[in-house]
């Protein structure tokens, strides 16, 4: 990803994820020197927007260096017991400049 503003993200609605289905994310991702905290958004069903309600911060390396991270969604009381219906990355959640690169491998739910 070529990040291009002060707030990056990449997102996926329209996804059907059954409540509970998955009790964790897991990613790998590689950063360059930004701020070391990321955030991962998420919607429901009955509530279709992205919102402060509705996401988990987590630490992350930013070295330009390949690391995995796990997100534990399922401790989080708007995804336990709720139909997911869109996920969002923001690979970091401050202090970007245009034009910085992130590389994401891979995002799974377990």
């Given amino acids: 990803l ?3 503003g ?5 997102s996926r609605r329209w996804l059907r994820l059954a409540p509970d289905q998955y009790t964790k994310i897991r990613l790998r991702m590689k950063l360059p ?3 070391p905290t990321a955030q991962f958004f998420f919607t429901i069903a009955e509530e279709m927007g992205f919102a402060d309600d509705k996401y ?3 630490a992350v390396v930013p070295d330009g260096h390949w690391h995995e991270y796990e997100i534990p969604v399922g401790e989080h009381p708007k995804w336990k017991g709720h139909a997911v219906r869109g996920i ?7 202090g970007v400049v245009p ?8 995002i799974v739910g377990e």
């Fill in 6 to 10: 002060p707030d990056p993200y990449v």
């Fill in 2 to 4: 070529t990040l291009t």
């Fill in 33 to 35: 020197e930004c701020a």
């Fill in 88 to 94: 969002r990355l923001d690979p970091t959640a401050a």
């Fill in 56 to 58: 988990i911060p987590f």
């Fill in 99 to 106: 034009g910085t690169k992130v590389e994401i491998d891979w």
